[in-house]
C-alpha cells in the first residue's frame, strides 16, 4: 500500500514563497516518477509539474515555470515543491501524486495520490 502525505500549504501575501513536502510510504518510491496537480474551487485539476525517479525529466507548466521548483530526496521518501512568486492565481489545493502509468501531465495517468493541502495566496 503506498501512501502519500503532503504538507506546508498555508495563507501568504502575493510575492512570498512556500515550501510543500509530499512523504511516500510504501515500496518503491525511488522508481517512481511524481507529480505535482492543483485544484482551484470549480476548475478541473491541473499539471503543475512532475520529476522522474533519476531526477532526469522535469516538466512544468508554463504558468509556474521560473517560479516553481520540484524536487526529490529518495532516502527520505519525499518530494518538494518550491513556490517563490506566488500570485493570486495560485490559491488552489495542492495535490501530490505517484506513478503515472502513461502521460506525466495527465491527473488520470496516476496510481496514487495525496489528500492535499490548501494554498491560499492574498494580494
Known amino acids: 500500500q503506498v501512501q502519500l502525505v503532503e504538507s506546508g500549504g498555508g495563507l501568504v501575501q502575493a510575492g512570498g514563497s512556500l515550501r510543500l513536502s509530499c512523504g511516500v510510504s510504501?515500496?518503491?518510491?525511488?522508481?517512481?516518477?511524481m507529480g505535482w496537480f492543483r485544484q482551484a474551487p470549480g476548475k478541473e485539476r491541473e499539471f503543475v509539474t512532475s520529476i522522474g525517479w533519476s531526477d532526469s525529466r522535469i516538466y512544468y507548466a508554463d504558468s509556474v515555470k521560473g517560479r516553481f521548483t520540484i524536487s526529490r530526496d529518495n532516502a527520505k521518501a519525499t518530494v518538494y515543491l518550491q513556490m517563490n512568486s506566488l500570485k493570486p492565481e495560485d490559491t488552489a489545493v495542492y495535490y501530490c501524486a505517484a506513478d503515472p502509468r502513461y502521460n506525466y501531465n495527465l491527473p488520470t495517468a496516476y496510481r496514487y495520490w495525496g489528500q492535499g493541502t490548501q494554498v491560499t495566496v492574498s494580494t
Open positions: 510504501g515500496r518503491s518510491f525511488s522508481r517512481y516518477t
